[in-house]
């Protein structure tokens, strides 16, 4: 019994052993940076960005921020870090960095770039990576990084008319109007679909009241129309096409020979080939 015991024992106890000292055994892991100067760390940082070795970037802004809190290179440490996370695509954490720039420095030389880049990291965030590639429909997507976006976009624009971004970002806003737009009509479409009628009617009209003058006011109309008839409302219906005949007198609806119905001119467009020349791009294909 006591042989049993003393087992017990020298196993207990050869287990504390290597719990208390097992990490000792370990190869300590040196920080190379443990006694560089706040100049060198964002020299390194600043080269890793150029050379997109963005992995580094991150962890050396990162470690320039935290380090030496205060003073011009941390503040561009921070923007630069929001750009490498930007281009290694993580979404939040460009975001985040983005948002604590225009918090800690509100009035700041380069705020317009941090509301900019935010701006840019919602506009493409959640198209993955084919996106870059293949130009995803913005109203077919949901619409809260569109919205953010905009938002961004909109608060550059308002406070900063004359930064070199502004004419970008308000270009942009028209764009994202335009998806928003379109999305109601995506989802007005799917209510008709599917005989909800009055969930189609109200989408409609949100699309018309809140994005005027867009190029989906067309197809809004014509929802409009379509739902007011199979609910009945006549003299609504007939108010609506009068109102579509007076804005679109040549639009796919009162298109003679038409082959499509209505409400299949949704159809998605096969993109046009990318030009040769870049000059010649839309502003929206530079990525």
């Known amino acids: 019994m006591m042989s049993k015991l003393s087992g017990y024992s020298v196993a207990s106890l050869i287990l504390m052993c290597v719990t ?27 080269e890793s960005l150029q050379a997109a070795n ?18 011009r290179l941390a503040q561009q440490a921070i923007l630069e870090g929001a750009y490498a996370n930007y281009r290694q695509g993580e979404a939040t954490g460009a975001i985040a960095a983005c948002d604590r720039f225009i918090r800690t420095y509100p009035n700041h030389p380069n705020v317009d770039y941090a509301y900019y880049l935010k701006g840019l990291v919602n506009f493409r965030e959640d198209q993955g990576l084919l996106g870059y590639v293949v130009e995803s429909d913005l109203s077919e997507r949901d619409p809260k990084m569109t919205k953010e976006a905009f ?30 737009a379109g999305y109601e009509v995506h989802v007005a479409r799917y209510y008709y679909n599917r005989g909800a009628y009055v969930a189609a009617v109200n989408r409609a009209q949100a699309a018309l009241v809140n994005y005027p003058k867009t190029p ?3 197809d809004a109309l014509i929802l409009l129309a379509e739902s007011y008839d199979r609910l009945g409302m006549i003299e609504l219906r007939d ?28 159809g998605k467009e096969q993109p046009p080939p990318l030009p040769v020349s870049p000059p010649s791009k839309p502003w929206w294909q530079f990525w």
């Open 151 to 180: 938002g961004a976009f909109r608060e550059l624009v308002t406070r900063f008319p004359d930064s070199k971004y502004a004419q970008d970002s308000a270009e942009r806003m028209r764009y994202l109007t335009n998806a928003l």
């Open 239 to 266: 108010d609506t096409r009068r109102v579509l005949k007076e804005t679109f007198p040549n639009g796919r609806y009162f298109a003679a020979g038409a082959t499509k119905p209505w409400w299949k001119f949704w």
């Open 216 to 218: 989906a006011n067309e």
């Open 54 to 71: 963005y992995t580094r970037a991150i962890k050396l802004f990162d470690t320039l921020e935290s380090r030496f809190p205060y003073g």
């Open 20 to 46: 208390l000292t097992g990490c000792s055994w370990l190869p300590e892991v040196k920080d190379e940076t443990a006694d560089w100067t706040a100049e060198r760390i964002y020299k390194d940082a600043h």
